[in-house]
């Protein structure tokens, strides 16, 4: 089944009581965490919240967007039983402007988003961080469709480093690889997974 950018789809399968990609956050994002400076998080297509909340938790103000409402208010269920301040906003990307010069970091996991949009949402990554921001992103590359452990079967959907690197231009890549590793969060990512994983800073004194 192709992963649909529909928020219906997602409603529909964020309703259950399980979170289908778990509360922990994801690894690479937990790996990377201490290269975010103090100040806010932007999380995009955050869903049920697993990455926002763990910043929350380190003491970042958090703000989370994703067009699923029922996602949303999952992660709003799962913040306040952690006990944290989390900002949550019904939004698609599409429309959503992400504030410019704003924010220490933006997280991005499993973003998969059609190409003329992705390019335009991270051109506003690039302008919404702060001098010395990151941005930390994980998705799967076309490399996936073999392995049928997640993510969508359009090809179209997965990113590639090359790509990437232009969209981002502007940031300079501190981590950045293709790669494969085993993606175990909860039953919606399970298996042996085909990343690309960017860690990047908006240099000082970049507009």
Sequence with gaps: MNISTEASFWDHRYASQNYVYGTAPNAFVAAMA?????????????????????????GHPVTTVDQSSVGLGKAARLAAERGVPLTTVVADLADYAIEPHAWAGIVATFAHL???LRRTVHAR??????????????????????????G?????????????RVELAGLEFLHACECE??????????????????CARKPDGAD
Excluded: S, W
């Excluded at 969508?152 to 990437?164: C, I, N, R, S, Y």
């Design 152 to 164: 969508p079967k359009d090809v179209e959907l997965l990113m590639t480093l090359a790509a990437l």
């Design 181 to 198: 590793r085993e993606v175990i969060e909860g039953t919606g990512h399970t298996g042996r997974g085909a990343v690309v994983q960017v």
């Design 114 to 116: 059609p190409p003329k």
């Design 34 to 58: 201490a290269q975010i400076p103090a100040g806010p998080v932007l999380c995009l297509a955050e869903g049920e919240g697993r990455n926002a909340v763990f910043f929350a938790q380190l």
């Design 125 to 150: 990554v690039v302008a919404g961080l702060r001098p010395g921001g990151r941005f930390i992103l994980e998705a799967y590359t076309p490399a996936q469709l073999a392995h049928g452990t997640g």
